[in-house]
Every structure is written in structure tokens, then in C-alpha cells.
């Protein structure tokens, strides 16, 4: 690409993120936009404005992801490219929001540049991946889209002040009972351009990552049950303390993905204790385990050891221990075709690239499910990401989104 229009590209983005980030601004960097709130509203109906400034035919789904087509002159199944509108609370301005502005901007430089494609291509901003409202919406968007939002789904999955995600729809002008409407069975290739969220690519001084696998992650919440004692009075042994056996379980599973070594990561990152007084010895400790791996056999085996853990440090303490796993997501591994359609775009671009695992889940996991998936990464300066600190150079982006072109062309526009 030369130059000027590498020139012009940045600015188109620059002016994009920059629109997108005062819906829901928060503070002076931070971006607060969740699924189905009046921001989201306004987000999704300005992105619909643009795939339409760029010649692309606008829709929303049913479930409220907003769609650009661009048809092709073969008709067939569809190559599609975007990532999703909703934030954190707070979050940053470029997770998710650039991928949405990447597919924007892919396809409007190539139908300038190009024309009509032989086979359809589509941009779209989805409608909820980040679960920040609705804490088990689980990707809604990208669920809606693979058909996989079970019927009940609508009055269940509810936000943290107990409202319906199904009322959060209709304040929006959705009609949750249209859900099924939002199903495809028509796309052939789905690309997701996503910040990297982690340190990486920037430690590397790498601009791009090719992504051939998402991380399996599956989430523990662990109960471990004692005795309350006072604290002073009871000695210690005898002790049926839920907090010490608390506390040498979450130095124990840490431990076991340490000692696997990267790429597996272990978080214990809520706990909740009963009675939580300063005076009381605890009877009950709830806690979280978020454990994951990118290699299927890795993380059976990692799952294994952590749990065998669990079990072995509450029975030595005389605790007991059950848990549940409310989130269990296989590794998924991108198609090795899409992966060498990315690296040959790359490498045609004379952008540096490695390929790496995805640390983080993402709407592409479900959207393997009835597409061939990969993902292209920019670097996160300094690794942040879920914060308004987080930061991408326009620079990387525009090389990112150079990638993705470039890999587009050849899939819809190459005989
Ligand atoms: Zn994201």
C-alpha cells in the first residue's frame, strides 16, 4: 500500500475509533457500553451509517448485530469479517471496537479500490461478547448467529440488577422471540481482527499476530465449608479453618500451571468468605478458578491435577469441597487454510508477523462452529487490555488492517 493511502487509511481509522469512543465515554480514555444500553443504541445505528457510506448494504439481525454486504457476482456462501460494539465497564477504545472498524474499513478500501468481489463479503459489528451486563450471555451475539442461544436463554440470562436480557432487547427495538431469525448458514470464512490484550507482539517489536488457536478456559467456582470459631478462643488445631484450606488450594492450582509452564495460565480472581469478620474464624469460602491452555491434551491434564488438588488438600484439613464449572470452553484451533491465507497476506505486505495463541476467548470459538476461523492480533501497548489504559499505536492497526485486506482480496476477489 503506498504511502498516501496507508496516510489516509490511518486517519479513516483514527476518526472511526475516535466517533465510536465518545458513545459511552468514560473519563478521558475509558469507553462504558454495554449490550442493549442506549449507547450501544447509538453505537450500532452510527456503524450501520457507515457500511452504507461505503457502499455496503446495511441490516440489523434479530439479535441485534448490524450487518454490511457486499454481494458477490458468484453469489454463494459468505466471507465475513468484524468483532463486537459492547465494552467492559470501564473498558478501553479498541477492544472489539477496532476489529468492527477493521472490517469497515477492509471492505470499503477494496470495493473503491476493486469493485464488486466475486464472492460476498461482509463487515459487522456483533451485538454482546464482553458478558459485562449480562453475566451469562456467554458471546449472544455470535450464539444468536450459530444457533446455539437455547429457548428459555431469553428470560434467564438476566443483568445484575435482575432485568431480562429479553426486555433489554425490546428497549432497543428487538423482538427476542425473532432470535432464531438471526441463525446463519450461509458463511463460508469469518476473520476477526482483535487487539492482542496481552504483552507479546509489543515485547517482540512484532506489528501482527496470526492466531491458530483460542485457549480452552474453563471457570471452577469452588466451595470449600468449616467450622466458624471464635477466633481467639479456639486453638489451632482442631481448627476447621475454610480460609487456610483456601489459601494453600489457590497456591496449589497457581502452582500447577506454573510448573506446566506457558502457555497455561491459572487465576484465582474472586472470593467471597463467610462470615468475613476480622474475629471469626471462616466457615465458608467461595472462590473462582480460571484455568487455561490452548492444547487440548495440556489442559485435560492440568484440569486433572488441579482438581486431584482440590480434593486431597480439603480432605487433609477435614473441609469439605464441591464446585461447579459455569464456564468450560474447549480449545479451539483455526482453520490451517484461513491461517496460511493470513500468513501469505502478511508476508506479501512485507509485515512481520508471528503466529500465536489466543490467551483471551472470543466470538470467532462459536463462529467455528459453521465457519473456517482465524484471527489476526495488534499489539496492546504495554499488554493492557479491559481497562481505559489500554492503547494501540493507529500505526499497528493500520498494518493489522492492511493484513486483513490484503487477505480478503485473495479470498473473495482471486479466482
Ligand atoms: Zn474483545
Redesign the pocket.
Known sequence: MAGAVADATGELVARYLQELAQIGAHGETGVWRTAYSPEWRTAQDLVARWYTEAGLVAREDAVGNVWGRLPGSDGGPAIASG??IDSQTPGGRF??AL?VVAGLVALRTLTEQYGQPRRTLEAVSLCE??ASRFHAANFWGSRAITGAIAPGETDSVRDFDGVPIADAMRSVGLDPGQIEDARRDDLDTWIEL?IEQGPVLEEAGIPVGVVDAITGIRHYVVTLTGRSDHAGARPMPGRLDAMAGAAEIVSAVIGVAQELGPPAVTTVGKVQVEPNLPAAVPERVVFTVDSRHPDADVLAEQYGRQEQLMGEIAGRRGLGVSWTTPLDLPPCPCDPEIVGVLARAATDEGVAFRRMHSG?G?DTQNMARIARVAMLFVPSKDGRSHTPAEFTEIGDAVTGIRVLTAALHRLAYEP
Do not use: P, T, V, W
Request: aromatic share 0%.
Open positions: 468483532s463486537h477492544d472489539g476489529g461478547e464482553e482483535h483471551a472470543h
